[in-house]
């Protein structure tokens, strides 16, 4: 029991193995070869169904580009956070050059090629305008997102470049990360169904149809797991209304009518 009284929502990767086992009436001199087989599938469901994303925040180089983490496999959102504790987005902008961006001197050598007439960028407020009540929209212009620079990601040497003009010290990136495959993972609850038919499948995915698994017991196994998955991302992922109902109110915006 939970010393604080709190239900477990995650099983371990080991325990959904030995469900599998005690199942199909192996030994546990299987673990090992199912349990690599299981961490395949806690890969295959996570990217797909399960896994949240990882918040990090990032010092900025004096060259203006942010080292990638090491475990970093994909981004979901980059940014900074604004007063609300929210994350206001950076524009991807795959214009931006890469070009000698692990250089410590990489700004002086491509700033001789920008025209003074692009100072504009180091402002993040384009649309609206300033008074003694802080900032307000123009109608019909613009939007409420508003952008605090612009990024690129550089995949081949783990660096995110910044616009020349960006003005902050730090930056925050969501991102998918890349699991270790000597770690003792868990898996959604809602999702341990799905594990346990990817081993069904891959159990037997290899064996030569002489040893009694023939093609269509194992066409059988393939689409109960893509079944299983799909009734997972439901689980993880339901239909809410009242999500529904906030995006349709957030998506309204005043403009003028002609």
């Known amino acids: 029991m939970n010393?604080?009284?709190?239900?477990?929502r995650d099983v371990k990767l080991s325990a959904c193995v030995n469900m599998y086992i005690d199942e199909s009436r192996q030994t546990?001199?299987?673990?090992?070869?199912?349990?690599?087989l299981a961490f395949r599938g806690l890969t295959d469901i996570?990217?797909?169904?399960?896994?949240?994303?990882?918040?990090?925040l990032i010092n900025v180089n004096p060259n203006l580009t942010a080292t990638i983490p090491a475990d970093f496999l994909d981004w979901v959102r980059v940014g900074v956070f604004n007063s609300f504790g929210e994350i206001a987005t950076l524009r991807v902008n795959e214009?931006?050059?890469?070009?000698?961006?692990?250089?410590?001197?990489?700004?002086?050598?491509?700033?001789?090629?920008i025209g003074q007439d692009a100072n504009y960028l180091q402002y993040p407020y384009w649309w609206g305008g300033w008074d003694d009540n802080g900032y307000e929209h123009y109608f019909g212009a613009g939007s409420s997102l508003i952008q605090?620079?612009?990024?690129?990601?550089?995949?081949?040497?783990?660096?995110?470049?910044?616009?020349?003009?960006?003005?902050?010290?730090?930056?925050?990136?969501?991102?998918?990360?890349?699991p270790m495959m000597d770690d003792d993972y868990t898996i959604d609850f809602k999702c341990q169904e799905a594990l346990i038919a990817w081993l069904r499948w891959k159990d037997v995915q290899s064996l030569p149809s002489s040893r009694?698994?023939?093609?269509?017991?194992k066409q059988m196994r393939q689409r109960e797991y893509y079944a299983q998955k799909k009734?997972?991302?439901k689980r993880v992922k339901p239909f809410r209304l009242q999500v529904s109902e906030q995006y349709s109110r957030e998506a309204q915006r005043l403009a003028v009518k002609g």
């Open 3 to 8: 010393p604080n009284n709190f239900i477990e």
């Open 28 to 36: 546990s001199k299987e673990f090992r070869r199912l349990w690599t």
């Open 46 to 56: 996570g990217l797909d169904v399960s896994w949240a994303p990882k918040t990090t």
């Open 95 to 113: 214009e931006l050059t890469t070009y000698k961006d692990n250089n410590p001197n990489r700004l002086s050598d491509i700033q001789s090629e």
């Open 148 to 178: 605090a620079g612009e990024c690129k990601f550089d995949r081949a040497n783990n660096i995110i470049v910044l616009d020349p003009y960006f003005a902050y010290s730090q930056i925050v990136l969501q991102y998918v990360s890349m």
């Open 212 to 217: 009694m698994v023939n093609i269509s017991e």
């Open 231 to 233: 009734l997972a991302r």
